[in-house]
DNA sequence: CGAGTGTGTTACCATAATAGTAACACTATG
DNA sequence: CATAGTGTTACTATTATGGTAACACACTCG
């Protein structure tokens, strides 16, 4: 299976608030960028803010705003914190056979396999940042100007 | 959300076919070390020969091989195989607001984010073979001998 | 001080993917 | 020809997900 769109849609959301530069931005502005409903912004929010990403601003004239620089906040934190914590692959639903040599050993060598999989796909994430999505986005803008 | 279990199932199962050293085994047998229904095997195997990793015998005394050495079937083949061949990470469901100069591009900037991730974590799964998952399994059992 | 704005959270629904199960046509063996 | 075994389909239960509405609470501003 897939991992989730919450990843891209909480990417989504930094890059905004990024673009707010200090100005807390409501859900439902963000959710009118996104193009989804802005209780979905605020679920995502409340996993961005336990993780220590971004800091909400209540009542009115209220809103989100980063919690530290853009580019300190690495694409691995926002798939942490979004994600399940657990591991990415999944093992065998019910135990393999014991009394087979295979069944027994199996899911060991399948979680050094697997983790390290996972590591390798964190590592990669963590090479980019919230600023270098920005600039990207950007860059984006600039060669392909409001096409489409 | 998790990568599904069929990839762990699919490993099981080709390192199964390993130990049989050319014997081909039945579903009902590797269903009896999965600990599943052999129509989950069968459902897998067909995925499997589908990529030319398997090669099944009909009739009576028939059953499944592997089509190639196991040193020459990485675990990257086995992903392939099994798991959905589009992307592993979802975009958003519906398509970003294009008149926000960051909805209008953050799509493509994602795409090269996870497309990267994506490849590292295959690039690791393809440094593992099902012949080098035989031998750690094989070792894991002297380490812990039929404990549990 | 009170109206209004916006968050945080809960509950509920529709949809999709998964794994388990049974059934059956077909194929090859012996 | 009887049997063993594959390949495939259909159905079910379970789970994750995203969309939606609702509401209590918090804060600002007039």
Redesign the pocket.
Known sequence: ?TI???FAVAVHILTLLETGRGEP????YMAGSVN?????V??L??LL?RAGLTR?????????VLARPAAEITLRDVYRAVE?EGPLF?LH??RPNPKCPVGRNIQAVLERATGAAQVALEEQLRGRTVADVMAEVVAEGREAPASR
Do not use: F, I
Not at 25 to 28: G, H, K, P, R
Not at 36 to 40: E, R, S
Not at 57 to 64: I, N, P, S
């Open positions: 299976m989730s769109s919450r931005l409501t859900s439902e989804t409903n802005p209780a979905v605020r679920r929010l409340s803010a909400a601003r209540m009542g009115a004239g209220g809103g989100t399940c999944s639903h019910e």
